[in-house]
Nanobody, 111 residues
Framework: QFVESGGGSVQPGGSLRLSCTAS???????MAWHRQAPGKQREVVAS???????DYMDSVKGRFTISRDFAKNTFWLQMDSLKPEDTAVYYC????????WGQGTQVTVSS
């Protein structure tokens, strides 16, 4: 249902823009970007309600920006000033993960 893309390897301070394309309509659903680092639990990085309320985890505030195009069922995560601790596989899904998970996109931040 979700296809994530845009990941890659960047140096600290770099930027990436992740995209998520959804098959089916999610215009009535809140959506979020999640990430899972090796050996850690999956966590919500940023979320957007269907009315546009946005929340970010504290460690990415001011660096990441979530956005969506309701008509195109597409979601983005602009990530700036990346840090090594942002290294993880990134996924899009409902904030509590009620939909099937996609394969995710790997983000590696390393010098």
């Amino acid at each position: 249902q979700f296809v994530e893309s845009g990941g890659g390897s960047v140096q600290p301070g770099g930027s990436l823009r992740l995209s998520c394309t959804a098959s089916g309509s999610y215009s009535e659903s809140a959506m979020a970007w999640h990430r899972q680092a090796p050996g850690k639990q999956r966590e919500v990085v940023a979320s957007m309600s269907r009315l546009g309320r946005i929340d970010y985890m504290d460690s990415v505030k001011g660096r990441f920006t979530i956005s969506r195009d309701f008509a195109k069922n597409t979601f983005w995560l602009q990530m700036d000033s990346l840090k090594p601790e942002d290294t993880a596989v990134y996924y899009c899904n409902h904030p509590v993960g009620i939909f099937s998970w996609g394969q995710g996109t790997q983000v590696t931040v390393s010098s």
